[in-house]
């Protein structure tokens, strides 16, 4: 008869407990079936647990996870947790005093720091694979837009021109950036709190070395005490997050103020539009209303996780681990849609040119060049050049002319400012402020020129690869510590 003084009060159970056991139940069994193979297997090799009781431990360990994988066990409050469970189990099989040598030398503490810190390893490296898609689909696009001019706006007003490549390429440079930042946080995931045991590590001969090689680890965190207190592991990892889809956030904006209809820069297909349910002539891009909020809630979510370990103790804490673990993972599920999202919509869009070539034209956004041709061809000052062309682009559109029918008003100011005539052709005017040549000529390293893009996608591409190589490492890594921590346990089991 089970003695129910020994159950948790009922409200703490129904707020705290049983949430917690159905968080383990949806997102760490794996991985402490894991520690749990790992852990006994470095037990038998270092002789702490003989080798015939282990392969007794290891027989059982496979039949309580395939008993409890079929129950899906509901929290009763018998047992405080999942672990517990898990013991209860054993006891159940092999009595008490074999059932607790699984637990030498190893705490809850080391336990679930580990358990933390393999699912955040995983769901980091698919994020980053979705973000190196996200990367090419850029890199792509860049080199088909790489001559297709748009408007380039500053303070949300007409600047200059470039090309849709050169404002992708920009937008890649910081994903790259962001995509560096996650690499360094993921280097923070890989080191393995197992041995730390309560938080001083343990008496017995234990392999640290091994059990971090078993669970995919590079190897051991070093310093015990942090392996249970310094979470900067979570903290790290959730602003890297956050980063990427902040700066994600600032494009798409972009994309929603482009498509506007007084903008009309970027075209989205109607596969990515959506209908007014009363307004026949409505075209809503929606799906980048849902990247906006999508990505702004992303951000939320990982200032809430980063947020949650303020002013905590340098110890072990339930602020870092359970709930708050689990919470942090919606990010990394909020986070995918964008970046999936986020690909297809830059893959389907387009530029409109004419209605780039209308706002370039009402804009009078060539201007500099005029100006910066003033300088070289007719040896101007830039201020006294900048006069001129002020003057020029203020007359066309008092005319609500393009500045390519300028040359007139253009001539007027030269010779009030230089007293001569300009040796300026007419043709040579129009070209010099021609969209066209305003960005041929910027050839410069960054610059929207096509060759300066294409030795700048040259450099994004080599980026890209050493990160996909990095993020490669990783996921070799897990997956050869699955077969070699496998084989070990399977020997015990088999003989």
Not at 50 to 60: N, S, V, Y
């Amino acid at each position: 008869m089970i003695d129910s003084s020994k159950f948790p009060h009922p409200v703490y159970k129904d707020t705290v407990l049983a949430p917690l056991f159905e968080g383990v139940k949806a997102h760490h069994t794996t991985s402490i079936t894991q520690i749990n193979q790992a852990h006994l297997v470095m037990l038998c090799e270092t002789g702490i647990v003989p080798l015939e009781t282990g392969k007794q431990i290891a027989k059982a360990l496979v039949e309580i996870e395939k008993g409890l994988a079929d129950a899906d066990p509901e929290y009763t409050g018998e047992y405080e947790d999942y672990f517990f469970l898990v013991e209860a189990e054993l006891k159940k099989r092999l009595g008490p005093d074999i059932a607790g040598m699984l637990h030498t030398a190893r705490s809850r503490n080391d336990m679930d720091h580990t358990v933390f810190k393999l699912a955040l390893a995983k769901r980091c490296d698919a994020l980053t694979q979705q973000a190196l898609h996200l990367c090419d689909v850029l890199i792509r696009k860049a080199e088909i837009e790489k001559e297709t001019l748009i408007v380039a706006y500053t303070h949300g007003q007409p600047a200059q021109p470039s090309t849709f490549g050169h404002y992708l390429s920009a937008a890649l440079e910081v994903l790259l950036r962001d995509l560096e930042r996650l690499k360094l946080a993921r280097a923070g995931i890989d080191h393995c709190p197992m041995g730390a045991a309560a938080i001083t590590t343990s008496g017995f001969p234990i392999n640290r070395e091994r059990m971090a090689e078993l669970l995919g680890f590079s190897e051991p965190l070093l310093n015990s005490y942090g392996c249970i207190a310094s979470v900067d592991y979570v903290t790290g990892l959730y602003s890297a997050m956050k980063l990427m889809f902040l700066h994600l956030g600032r494009v798409i904006q972009d994309m929603q103020f482009w498509s506007a209809f007084e903008v009309g820069q970027l075209y989205v297909p109607n596969s990515l539009v959506q209908i007014s349910s009363i307004m026949p002539q409505k075209r809503n891009p929606v799906p980048i209303e849902h990247l906006r909020h999508l990505a702004s809630v992303t951000v939320g979510r990982c200032d809430a996780i980063v947020g949650t370990m303020h002013n905590t103790p340098f110890t072990d804490m339930n602020d870092s681990e359970g709930e708050v673990q689990q919470a942090g993972y919606a990010a990394f599920e909020s986070g995918s849609r964008v970046l999936d999202l986020f690909a297809a919509l830059i893959a389907a869009s387009s530029i409109n040119e004419e209605r780039v070539a209308k706002n370039t034209d009402a804009s009078c956004i060539t201007i500099t060049e005029l100006a910066d041709t003033l300088v070289r061809e007719e040896g101007l000052s830039f201020r006294q050049a900048h006069e001129i062309a002020a003057e020029t682009a203020k007359a066309v559109i008092a005319e609500q002319k393009p500045l390519r029918d300028g040359f007139d008003p253009f001539g007027k100011a030269f010779e009030a400012h230089v007293q001569r005539v300009s040796r300026m052709s007419e043709d040579q005017f129009m070209h010099a402020v021609s969209a066209e040549n305003f960005v041929a000529i910027r050839t410069r390293p960054g610059g929207p020129a096509p060759s300066a893009l294409d030795a700048a996608l040259e450099t994004y591409k080599q980026f890209a690869k050493a990160l996909r190589a990095n993020n490669k490492s990783f996921v070799d890594q897990s997956a050869q510590a699955t077969k070699v921590r496998s084989a070990a346990f399977a020997k015990l089991v088999q003989e």
